[in-house]
């Protein structure tokens, strides 16, 4: 990272990213600075903005439903905006896709799911251990960070991170396949040390750590051992799900059906907190009151996803057309990677980017990026990459341009 990210002010010093302008507006893919400057925008908002900023399919009914004297927040309660919303995603999410899940609203963060996901698996099955993979990343509270790789964010806890251990993700040997001889043997071996698992919790693409994305035979592999041995198998979709990798939730092309789902980022359609846990029939054994929260019922996020799902995914041509623009995109960072040596695409959808020997270069290209116009984070242990992350919604004019700059920014950087 260079200094110009890291130069300005943030109210407190832990977040790790920040730009030296001051954001005033926001529209799709673009957002306006205090000068009236304009700049591309893709990082949204983390996972967040998967349909851009104040996109009017969820703005207007949001307007409309803030001027109705509706009922804004309701914790647990029952409210026509909960009841549309669930109907809609059951009707165009759950049903086509033949999924058992009950829905369960966890609080209003990524975070939160993951906590809810660890929690409930050790409740179901009696055991503690939980496994999770090289550079994971599911949160900053303690079992959330518990099944996180980043040390340096493990470390912040302050206290011992127990009853969890990390596997290799696949692809973490560069190009190697990561199989499960180890798993495999362990899960036999009940002289080997190693408790039995309650979960095993996977990101289909690393969002922050590195943007490794799994093989579905791998993912298939995985499923498969978790059934044969009655180990809960938990995808944390909250960055790589909402359509960033071309299908709604980031596990379908595998073709698995994990125990549990973590939802949140674009859920809301808005960028309005929201998180869902959904968990086969099966795992609803929580008893009233034995899970709970303030914030689980924030009726104006119900109203812009309804919105969003009724927009986008209730037409299957929204699917279509993102799945060009998956295209054009990786045929685009693929001519890039040939041609800059030490570089490489990693990835998968929009929620891709560009590799570097040289750490230092990505955080370089994400500054040089930033002069010329184009918002992008990077990831990864050592900030290797450069995260692309288009709005779904990103029109063939605003990627071509966005990729441009990022062209233009790797070369300036590389030579
Ligand atoms: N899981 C994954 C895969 C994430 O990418 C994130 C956030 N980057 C989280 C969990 C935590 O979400 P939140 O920041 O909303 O708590």
């Not at 900023?53 to 703005?59: A, D, F, L, R, Y």
């Not at 994305?213 to 298939?220: G, P, S, V, Y």
């Not at 709604?248 to 846990?277: H, N, Q, R, Y």
Request: proline fraction near 5%; charge should be negative.
């Amino acid at each position: 990272m260079t200094d110009i990210f890291y130069s300005l002010e943030s109210e407190v010093r832990s977040y790790s990213r920040s730009w030296p302008v001051e954001f005033v507006q926001a529209s799709g893919a673009t957002q306006t600075d205090a000068s009236g400057a304009e700049y591309l925008d893709f990082f949204s908002g983390a996972g967040a903005l998967n349909y851009g900023h104040n996109n009017p399919v969820v703005i207007e009914p949001l307007i409309e439903y803030l001027q109705s004297g509706a009922v804004l927040h309701s914790m647990d309660m029952m409210t026509p905006a909960k009841r549309d919303f669930l109907q809609t995603f059951k009707d165009v999410i759950l049903e086509p896709r033949e999924l058992p899940y009950k829905v369960m609203f966890p609080g209003p963060t990524g975070t939160n799911t993951v906590e809810a996901a660890l929690k409930l698996a050790r409740k179901y099955t009696g055991r503690q251990h939980i496994l999770s993979f090289t550079n994971a990343f599911h949160g900053m509270t303690l079992g959330a960070l518990s099944v996180t790789g980043n040390s340096m964010k493990r470390q912040g806890a302050g206290i011992p991170l127990t009853n969890s251990s990390k596997i290799p993700y696949d692809d973490y040997f560069d190009g190697e396949t990561a199989d499960f001889l180890w798993l495999e043997r362990v899960l036999e071996d009940s002289g080997s040390g190693v408790d039995k698992p309650a979960a095993i919790i996977v990101e289909t693409v690393q969002g922050e750590g590195g943007l490794r994305a799994a093989r579905f035979d791998w993912l298939r592999r995985l499923s498969a051992l978790c059934a044969e041995h009655e180990i809960l198998l938990i995808v944390d979709d909250v960055q790589a799900g909402c359509g960033r990798t071309g299908t709604f939730f980031s596990f379908e092309e595998a073709g698995i059906v994990p125990d549990i789902v973590c939802l949140s980022k674009s859920i809301a359609g808005s960028g309005l907190p929201m998180a869902l846990t959904l968990f086969r029939p099966e795992l609803d054994i929580w008893s009233p009151g034995e899970h709970n929260g303030t914030f689980r019922g924030n009726n104006p996020a119900f109203v812009t996803a309804t919105a969003a799902l009724k927009e986008y995914w209730a037409d299957p041509s929204f699917q279509e057309g993102l799945a060009t623009t998956i295209d054009v995109m990786h045929a685009r960072l693929g001519s890039i990677a040939v041609t800059t040596s030490g570089a490489g695409v990693r990835g998968r959808g929009l929620l891709s980017g560009l590799c570097f020997e040289d750490a230092e270069a990505a955080g370089k290209i994400a500054a040089e990026a930033f002069r010329q116009g184009l918002l992008l984070e990077t990831s990864g242990p050592k900030d290797e990459v450069v995260k692309i992350m288009p709005p779904l919604t990103v029109t063939a004019d605003e990627l071509e341009r966005g990729l441009d700059i990022l062209e233009a920014a790797v070369r300036t950087v590389t030579g």
